[in-house]
């Protein structure tokens, strides 16, 4: 029969010996259960089998406190500076511990770095940038909104928008707080189609011409940087049909025509859209020239997973040969289109721009009483003189020297902040989190009825945001002055006032 103190190693060892540094793992054990020495002398009947190495052991008796061994635990101590070389080999041979040594677990400097590692390194950022057909956002702007602030995305480019140039208040809407709209409608004044980029302002993207003539058979917008670094491209192909009379000759033309200028625009490139072709089936003769027309402009498409709740691969992300621009990409289904998200990471070399130093002073402590002390003690000192402009810069001079005693100027730079919009409560971030639960579910048992409740997750939260945002400006206009109403911007984006039903009180009325 073994010592107890040796089956009490043994017990705990079973728990611990994935637990780290097992030695200490099976010693912390024994001080919990008795605090006595690890092997007891006292006792000293053995099992016949017991290895000699044991006997070398239990000559040394060993004593720790709970505190000691927490002490050993987060002071890392090395293992031979506690026990000796026989007395490891001892616990090794009963099988009571695993020394991992001093590298496991550590990063090697000789491992192969990957292919995106070695892009990264030469790059200055890496971008977030997503495609997506909505089938018309009117109906979805606050939930494109949450989206897109929910997920931080960098860059939304959306087809078939569906907007017009008066679409002002959807486009307020979808557009949450940092970031920026391009809206391109359809050129026809047409019901349907067009295209908008949806970006975090700091990024400073604008529209770049393109002279290739004009075109029908697609919808197009190119958007770049302030520095030209990067040229992203918004297609969206309308399908052919006998209203609009378009043909898969007249697009696969024009598209070749618009691919050989664009290689001659500065910049990497970056080409996504819904381009309405079926690319999954590689032997149809229209993906077979479209194919023939990315090899010879060096261009690659690069989705390979459906696209279209039909199984088909309608949109694309294309980009050049000889530019690692494209870190990752995958589809998403967010349950809103028939059409699939497609987040990419794009990676670019940016000009990192100054950014200009925020100036502020704090008036916070000011002490008036002072302040105009000083301030007159200061006017009565200047000289009087004829020039009026001496004068007044003299007064200025004055003023600001006196201003900066009682209130410094502090210069700092200035933080980016997400800002997120005033209506959400706690409520939206609840409904958020089960949403993203039911998405989860969903995803691991691809049963019909968890995509159902998923679909049902995103109607609550629009019904949820959108009731919080009539909420928020029934309120804000409730309190507002007349001055209000007739100066503050924010009324222009208020969405059917009428059905708020209420009257703003005018004062004095």
């Given at each position: 029969?073994?010592?107890?103190?040796?089956l009490?190693?043994?017990?705990?060892?079973?728990?611990t010996?994935?637990?780290?540094?097992?030695?200490?793992?099976?010693v912390?054990?024994?001080?919990?259960l008795s605090n006595?020495?690890v092997?007891?002398s006292?006792?000293?009947y053995y099992?016949?089998?017991?290895?000699d190495?044991?006997?070398?052991?239990?000559?040394?008796?060993?004593k720790?406190?709970?505190?000691?061994?927490?002490?050993l635990?987060?002071?890392k101590?090395?293992?031979?500076?506690?026990?000796?070389?026989?007395?490891?080999?001892?616990?090794?041979?009963?099988?009571?511990?695993?020394?991992?040594?001093?590298?496991?677990?550590?990063?090697?400097?000789?491992?192969?770095?990957?292919?995106v590692?070695?892009v990264?390194?030469?790059?200055?950022?890496?971008i977030?940038?997503?495609?997506?057909?909505a089938?018309?956002?009117?109906n979805?702007?606050?939930l494109i909104?949450?989206?897109?602030?929910?997920?931080n995305?960098?860059?939304?480019?959306?087809?078939?928008?569906?907007?017009?140039?008066?679409?002002?208040?959807?486009?307020?809407e979808?557009?949450?707080?940092?970031?920026?709209?391009?809206?391109?409608?359809?050129?026809?004044?047409?019901?349907?189609?067009?295209?908008?980029?949806?970006?975090?302002?700091h990024?400073?993207l604008?529209?770049?011409?393109?002279d290739?003539?004009?075109?029908?058979?697609?919808e197009?917008?190119v958007v770049?940087?302030?520095?030209?670094?990067?040229n992203?491209?918004?297609?969206?192909?309308?399908?052919?049909?006998?209203?609009?009379?378009?043909?898969?000759?007249?697009?696969?033309?024009?598209?070749?025509?618009?691919?050989?200028?664009l290689?001659?625009?500065?910049?990497?490139?970056?080409?996504?859209?819904?381009?309405?072709?079926?690319?999954?089936?590689?032997?149809?003769?229209d993906?077979?020239?479209?194919?023939?027309?990315?090899?010879?402009?060096?261009?690659?498409?690069?989705?390979?997973?459906?696209?279209h709740?039909h199984?088909?691969?309608?949109?694309?992300?294309?980009?050049?040969?000889?530019?690692d621009?494209?870190?990752?990409l995958g589809?998403?289904?967010?349950t809103?289109?028939?059409?699939?998200?497609?987040?990419?990471k794009?990676?670019?070399t940016?000009?990192?721009?100054p950014?200009?130093?925020v100036?502020?002073?704090?008036?916070?402590?000011?002490?008036?009483a002072?302040?105009?002390?000083?301030?007159?003690?200061?006017?009565s000192?200047?000289?009087?003189v004829?020039?009026?402009?001496?004068l007044?810069?003299?007064?200025?001079?004055?003023?600001?020297?006196?201003?900066n005693v009682h209130?410094?100027?502090?210069?700092?730079?200035?933080?980016?902040?997400?800002?997120k919009?005033?209506?959400?409560?706690?409520?939206?971030?609840?409904?958020?989190?089960y949403?993203?639960?039911?998405?989860?579910?969903?995803?691991?048992?691809?049963?019909?009825?968890?995509?159902?409740?998923?679909?049902q997750?995103?109607?609550?939260?629009k019904?949820l945001?959108?009731?919080?945002?009539?909420?928020?400006?029934?309120?804000?206009?409730?309190?507002?002055?007349?001055?209000?109403?007739?100066l503050c911007?924010?009324?222009?984006?208020?969405?059917?006032?009428t059905?708020?039903?209420?009257?703003?009180?005018?004062?004095?009325?």
């Amino acid at each position: 029969m073994y010592p107890f103190s040796v089956l009490a190693i043994s017990l705990m060892a079973c728990v611990t010996l994935t637990l780290g540094p097992s030695l200490y793992m099976a010693v912390h054990c024994i001080v919990l259960l008795s605090n006595f020495s690890v092997l007891d002398s006292a006792l000293c009947y053995y099992p016949a089998d017991l290895p000699d190495s044991m006997v070398l052991l239990d000559r040394t008796n060993i004593k720790y406190s709970r505190d000691e061994l927490f002490n050993l635990r987060h002071n890392k101590t090395n293992i031979n500076d506690v026990l000796s070389s026989d007395q490891c080999s001892a616990l090794k041979d009963l099988g009571l511990f695993r020394f991992r040594g001093r590298s496991a677990g550590s990063r090697h400097s000789n491992i192969v770095p990957n292919t995106v590692g070695a892009v990264l390194a030469n790059t200055d950022r890496v971008i977030d940038i997503r495609l997506w057909n909505a089938r018309s956002v009117c109906n979805k702007s606050l939930l494109i909104s949450d989206y897109v602030s929910e997920h931080n995305v960098d860059v939304l480019i959306i087809t078939e928008t569906w907007l017009t140039h008066d679409d002002t208040v959807v486009v307020g809407e979808l557009t949450p707080g940092g970031y920026s709209f391009i809206n391109v409608p359809r050129g026809t004044g047409a019901r349907g189609g067009g295209v908008g980029v949806l970006y975090k302002s700091h990024l400073k993207l604008r529209q770049v011409p393109i002279d290739i003539g004009d075109v029908k058979s697609f919808e197009y917008t190119v958007v770049s940087d302030s520095c030209r670094n990067i040229n992203l491209v918004a297609v969206y192909r309308p399908p052919p049909s006998r209203t609009n009379r378009l043909t898969r000759n007249d697009f696969l033309s024009e598209f070749e025509s618009f691919v050989d200028t664009l290689n001659g625009t500065p910049g990497q490139l970056v080409m996504l859209g819904d381009f309405n072709i079926h690319y999954d089936d590689r032997y149809e003769c229209d993906v077979v020239r479209f194919d023939s027309i990315l090899s010879s402009a060096s261009l690659t498409q690069n989705v390979t997973l459906p696209t279209h709740n039909h199984g088909h691969i309608l949109d694309l992300v294309i980009t050049r040969d000889n530019e690692d621009v494209l870190q990752s990409l995958g589809v998403q289904d967010i349950t809103l289109s028939d059409h699939y998200v497609i987040w990419s990471k794009i990676a670019y070399t940016r000009t990192n721009l100054p950014m200009p130093n925020v100036r502020s002073r704090c008036f916070r402590d000011f002490n008036h009483a002072e302040f105009s002390k000083d301030l007159t003690l200061g006017l009565s000192e200047l000289p009087t003189v004829p020039d009026p402009d001496t004068l007044i810069r003299n007064f200025c001079s004055v003023t600001i020297s006196v201003i900066n005693v009682h209130a410094p100027l502090h210069v700092r730079r200035p933080i980016r902040t997400q800002n997120k919009p005033p209506w959400f409560d706690d409520s939206i971030y609840v409904a958020r989190r089960y949403k993203r639960r039911l998405e989860r579910k969903w995803r691991k048992s691809g049963m019909d009825r968890d995509h159902e409740a998923y679909r049902q997750s995103h109607h609550d939260l629009k019904m949820l945001l959108t009731t919080a945002k009539k909420q928020y400006y029934k309120q804000k206009l409730h309190n507002a002055t007349p001055k209000d109403m007739f100066l503050c911007k924010w009324v222009v984006f208020v969405k059917n006032v009428t059905c708020f039903q209420f009257e703003v009180v005018v004062p004095g009325t």
